[in-house]
């Protein structure tokens, strides 16, 4: 539990040591939604989940329209999950209402938004840290480039593979996953 208490902080580096003892998957992952409340992993179970570190102002702004429209045909299946930054080129400068005004009234967004995060850095959360990290993911080590990046998770919680902003959330990179 002390392990998970001191990743709950932004910044964090465990030690070898803790990192043998200490499980940390992304169901362990804190983070609150884009309304402030706690995340509940209950919703995404039995289900892939695509995270997506999405902004507002940016020139791949538009894959959020396929972004709903795979979470719409996959729902079943897939939960879709955007994470709004603000890191690349300050695209993403707004407050939790604005941006998530933006998404409903120009996107009609309906998959799930958490809180506005740092995806890489000194900052990073515990979500990106498990997300670009094999010593957490046990997978692979990754980093965030741009906004749109994607990360796939299976089920069971284990990193499928991650996809840069040019992959369109509608590829069969993606959705060969789904089938």
Same mark, same amino acid.
């Given at each position: 539990m002390k392990f998970l208490q001191k990743i709950?902080?932004? +910044? !964090?580096? =465990?030690? @070898?040591?803790?990192? @043998? *003892? +200490? =499980?940390?998957g992304i169901f362990d992952v804190k983070i609150h939604t884009l309304a402030g409340k706690p995340f509940s992993w209950d919703v995404v179970k039995g289900r892939f989940i695509l995270f997506v570190n999405v902004a507002s102002e940016c020139g791949f702004t538009s894959q959020y329209k396929d972004l709903e429209n795979l979470f719409q045909k996959y729902s079943d299946k897939l939960m879709v999950i955007g994470v709004p930054c603000n890191q690349f080129g300050a695209q993403e400068p707004g407050t939790a209402e604005q941006i998530g005004a933006f998404c @409903?009234?120009?996107?009609?967004? &309906?998959? $799930? %938004?958490? @809180?506005?995060?740092?995806?890489?850095?000194?900052?990073?959360?515990?979500? /990106? +840290?498990?997300? *670009?990290?094999?010593? /957490?993911?046990?997978?692979?080590? &990754? #980093?965030?480039?741009?906004? !749109?990046?994607? /990360?796939?998770? #299976? =089920?069971?919680?284990? %990193?499928?593979?991650? !996809?840069?902003? *040019? $992959? &369109? =959330?509608l590829s069969k990179k993606i959705t060969k996953h789904l089938a």
């Open positions: 709950s902080n932004k +910044a !964090f580096k =465990p030690s @070898e040591k803790e990192m @043998e *003892t +200490a =499980p940390f @409903e009234k120009n996107y009609g967004v &309906s998959f $799930t %938004l958490l @809180e506005k995060i740092d995806v890489k850095g000194l900052n990073q959360h515990q979500l /990106y +840290a498990w997300l *670009t990290q094999k010593r /957490y993911n046990k997978k692979m080590s &990754s #980093s965030v480039k741009w906004n !749109f990046q994607k /990360y796939l998770v #299976s =089920p069971d919680g284990q %990193l499928v593979d991650f !996809f840069y902003s *040019t $992959t &369109s =959330p």
